[in-house]
């Protein structure tokens, strides 16, 4: 009966090659732009430290290549040896905290609406009634009071003085209408229908993107690049170094979205932009 075959440790194969090649992790990560704490979890075999799917395949490629291993035949290695849905997967999945913190906005938006309206009701009948039935207040004049007359006694023969004629009121001008009150304003629009998101490269950095479920990028980043994606739903984004790249959202400058070294995803969508932004709008 033929032997087993025995399991291939991907992480000690990885490193023997480096040594043969006489290469060291920070050569590896100066030249791929990947962290030399997470080369050293590759080596260890612990793929926690690297993110899901299509990326993490890219660092596996990027090492093999540079330690002078067959990259395909490598993947398929790394594939066989963690055959996990992080590694088959296409992309990194997101954090589903920042569902909740989407959900969480939505209602008080939601809340601060229905408020707006509650007050507008009140305030828009109050003002309805005033220009309705104000000039009618003002334009009532006030009765005259009738003037009694005195009647002075008459002699024989003389004729009576003509009766004085009533006291009449002196015409009352009509008051000026008041100014009728400004129209409650309106609750704020909401939030446009797409985004603009601006990426900055300080140094080089590996990046993913994927825009409304289609990937528009896919590679490594030079300095000063600057790549303007129109968003209509969300964006899915990866980076192999956080704190080499800085982002906008319309405009407006977002919290660093990690550490030296630290590969992070973070998924921004319409909803729960406002939460990256360095002061809310």
Do not use: W
């Not at 007050?119 to 003002?127: Q, R, W, Y």
């Not at 030296?260 to 360095?278: C, H, M």
């Amino acid at each position: 009966m033929a032997a087993e075959r025995t399991p291939v440790d991907f992480g000690r194969k990885l490193r023997d090659a480096r040594e043969r090649k006489g290469v060291s992790l920070r050569q590896i990560a100066a030249a791929t732009k990947i962290s030399v704490a997470v080369l050293e979890a590759l080596e260890r075999n612990d793929i926690s430290r690297l993110p899901g799917g299509i990326f993490g395949r890219a660092f596996v490629r990027s090492y093999a290549i540079e330690v002078g291993l067959n990259p395909e035949e490598t993947i398929q290695d790394f594939i066989a040896q963690f055959p996990h849905d992080s590694v088959t997967a296409g992309h990194a999945t997101s954090d589903p905290v920042e569902d909740h913190q989407a959900v969480e906005s939505e209602r008080r938006m939601a809340t601060t609406f229905l408020r707006l309206i509650l007050i507008s009701i009140p305030v828009a009948g109050v003002v309805m009634y005033i220009g309705t039935n104000g000039n009618r207040f003002l334009h009532r004049a006030p009765a005259a009071e009738p003037v009694a007359q005195a009647a002075a006694p008459v002699s024989r023969g003389e004729t009576p003085p003509p009766a004085a004629e009533p006291a009449v009121a002196p015409p009352v001008a009509p008051a000026a209408a008041e100014p009728a009150a400004a129209p409650t304003p309106a609750p704020a629009a909401p939030a446009g229908d797409r985004l603009t998101v601006g990426l900055t490269v300080k140094r080089p950095c590996f990046v993913t993107a994927m825009v409304d479920g289609e990937k528009k990028i896919e590679r490594l980043l030079q300095p000063g690049e600057g790549p303007a994606i129109e968003v209509k739903r969300e964006i899915v984004l990866t980076a192999g170094d956080a704190s080499a790249i800085s982002m906008t959202v319309n405009g407006a400058d977002t919290k660093p979205l990690g550490k030296a070294g630290e590969v992070v995803t973070r998924r921004v969508t319409l909803t729960n932009y406002k939460d990256y932004l360095t002061t809310p709008r």
